[in-house]
């Protein structure tokens, strides 16, 4: 049985950028997201320390790797990458062991 994958980017905000006009524009970004074969669910988060995790479950690695890929080819992208502050972001991906239904 293959295993989803989780994508789990964390980064800080650009200067000057709010919590608001940022989750206005991940928003942005959930057609593209939503439309890619393999999406389970993703979430968007901010610690006290002010890191942002955007968490996506996807199918298998493959396809966590693809839309990765293609992510950074959308029209909002350029936007969304002068939103995060400079040298903050880190992504990985790993294989879920287990996952609580709700």
Sequence with gaps: ???????????????????ADFTALMQRTEGFVR??????????????????TDYVVWKDMATAQKV??????????????AA?????AQMRHEEVQWQMAP
């Design 68 to 81: 990765a890929q293609d992510f950074m080819q959308q029209d909002f992208s350029p936007e969304v990458m």
């Design 35 to 52: 439309a890619q074969a393999g999406f389970v669910t993703r979430q968007l988060s901010q610690g006290a320390d002010g890191r942002w």
């Design 84 to 88: 995060i502050a400079p040298g903050s």
């Design 1 to 19: 049985m293959t295993k989803h994958v989780a994508e789990i980017v964390t980064f800080k905000l650009a200067d000057g950028i709010s919590m």
